[in-house]
């Protein structure tokens, strides 16, 4: 039903900004009542939360990525948004989208490499 689509550079510069797009079909992001996430899996790792976006606007960050990071909406494209500044490699990851705890995109490989 509701599904959920990562997209954006796979290649970001180290110092510089990945940015990602999550687009939704199947459901609004306004009006749905369910938290919209990012989160990520780096190499060998486990699943990390970065922060998500509520269906009225809020923002929740992982305090450990916080000060760098900032989720956004684009309610006329039914899209929201990932930044995550000033990347290192150890920001290499594969980035999900999800919504609550049933819905995942697949997930984008990110690396951060010169």
């Known amino acids: 039903q509701v599904q959920l689509q990562e997209s954006g550079p796979g290649l970001v510069k180290p110092s510089q900004t990945l940015s990602l797009i999550c687009t939704v079909s199947g459901a609004s992001i306004t009006t749905i009542w369910s938290p919209w996430s990012w989160f990520r899996r780096p190499p060998g790792k486990g699943l990390e939360w970065i922060g998500r976006i509520t269906y009225a606007g809020t923002t929740y960050y992982s305090p450990a990525l916080k000060s760098r990071t900032s989720i956004s909406r684009d309610t006329s494209k039914n899209q929201f948004s990932l930044q995550l500044r000033f990347v290192t490699p150890e920001d290499t990851a594969v980035y999900y989208c999800?919504?609550?705890?049933?819905?995942w995109g697949q997930g984008t490989q990110v690396t951060v490499s010169s």
């Open positions: 999800a919504r609550g705890v049933g819905d």
